[in-house]
């Protein structure tokens, strides 16, 4: 089993739609956690950490669900400069583990 | 600052050639961390080192697959022979901590094509 595992998506909604995408993780010590946005030919880039009690960061918030092992981000009033892709981040025992990633896709 | 950089930023080569990728990381960060990137696998972790040391190499794929990070400032990922499985972008990343609060930051990434 991966250690997580995200829907590849692709999610294709249009502009000022919500959207949430969720991403589990197998290993229920770990610590710490991320969202990491990927550009079409970039490298990742923080979009925001997740903290327990969740935490909102503009049109994005993040939550995390350590009962059922996952954590989440949501996206309001979507943006045509959204598109990207999503990569949640895991951080256990001195190692990132990363999702595949989550492909959002903004249509005017 | 610079962030973290990576040279070359596209490689092509020929099956058994040897290839080295370097990387320096963003001046002060003691954690530099080499992952692989392909659509199969996604976002695989090789190796990382703490202050020049290699902490973790349970993710480089096979004897082939070699890191070195002489100095603070400065490391290389050499695959020797290369495979066209090899083919992947590959991502430096720097951390200054290892605290919770703290994460990566990535290099632009070398894309890598072994034909």
């Known amino acids: 089993r991966k250690e997580v595992e995200q829907d590849p998506g692709p999610f294709n909604v249009p502009e000022g739609a919500t959207v949430a995408f969720n991403c589990t993780y197998s290993?229920?010590?770990?610590?710490?956690f991320f969202w990491y946005r990927q550009d079409c030919r970039k490298e990742p880039k923080l979009l925001m950490s997740v903290y327990s009690s969740g935490n909102e960061d503009g049109r994005f918030t993040a939550q995390l669900n350590r009962a059922s092992q996952y954590i989440s981000l949501l996206i309001r009033d979507s943006k045509l400069s959204d598109s990207a892709t999503y990569l949640c981040g895991v951080y256990n025992f001195n190692k990132f583990y990363f999702g595949s990633g989550t492909k959002l896709n903004v249509k005017p | 600052d610079a962030g973290v950089i990576q040279s070359p930023r596209h490689e092509v080569t020929e099956m058994g050639q040897e290839v080295t990728l370097r990387c320096k990381p963003i001046s002060g960060h003691d954690y530099l961390f080499w992952y692989r990137q392909t659509m199969m696998r996604g976002l695989e972790l090789l190796i990382y080192f703490n202050n020049n040391v290699p902490i973790d190499d349970s993710g480089m794929p096979e004897d082939r697959f070699s890191a070195k990070m002489p100095n603070a400032s400065f490391s290389t990922l050499k695959i020797q022979p290369s495979e066209p499985r090899d083919s992947a972008v590959y991502f430096c990343?720097?951390?200054?901590?290892?605290?919770?609060?703290?994460?990566?930051?990535f290099g632009p990434g070398t894309r890598l094509l072994v034909l």
């Open positions: 990343a720097s951390s200054p901590t290892r605290d919770r609060e703290e994460t990566q930051y």
């Open positions: 290993n229920s010590a770990s610590q710490s």
